[in-house]
């Protein structure tokens, strides 16, 4: 775990909606969990509005980060703990 930008991420939008991260995140994912408000990764609770999507492609993360002031961010995260943690705790979506 770790703060985003000490980590290889790729951004794939910027200031978009909940709702347009979540379209993002379903073209973008090979799997798709949802996962509830207040969800931790990387030590930061993923802020959104219900139902919040996270993905996993090519063991990678792909999911909304919301940065105070800078809007959401669809983002693409080496995080292998991270993928781990979002197949546990969040609910598949087919």
Sequence with gaps: MGCL????YEILAKN?????????????SAEKYEVPPG???LEKPLLGVPPILVGVKDEKLVYGYTKPCHGTFVVV???PEGVDHVRKNGKPVW
């Design 5 to 8: 930008e000490n980590m290889n």
């Design 16 to 28: 978009c909606s909940f709702k347009e991260a979540r379209e993002i995140i379903r073209e973008n």
């Design 39 to 41: 969800f931790k990764l």
């Design 77 to 79: 995260v080496e995080d």
